[in-house]
């Protein structure tokens, strides 16, 4: 099942400052949310559950220094699908 991938506001200006002038890690990550939107836990993402403060999110890498937080809802305008809801993007310190 295809996932809708919806960026929020924090995701958008993380990923701009992580990103910036970077376009190998720009294609880095657009190839990790393609695979998110196809199968949130492939085995290539290492998709976790975090813990603590973070506890009700996910955490994927898309590199060897970058993580995306995120969480998997269920879609309020279709009842059948999910989306996954991408909160921040950065490095391994930046984000825990």
Do not use: W
């Amino acid at each position: 099942m295809q996932r809708k991938l919806v960026l929020s506001k924090t995701f958008e200006k993380s990923y701009r400052k992580f990103t910036s002038n970077n376009q190998s890690l720009k294609t880095a990550i657009a190839k990790a949310l393609g695979k998110m939107g196809e199968d949130a836990y492939d085995p290539s993402l290492r998709t976790h559950k975090l813990s603590g403060k973070l506890a009700s999110y996910l955490a994927c890498s898309c590199g060897y220094d970058c993580r995306i937080i995120f969480t998997i809802e269920m879609d309020l305008t279709n009842t059948e699908s999910e989306i996954i809801l991408l909160l921040d993007i950065g490095t391994h310190d930046d984000v825990y």
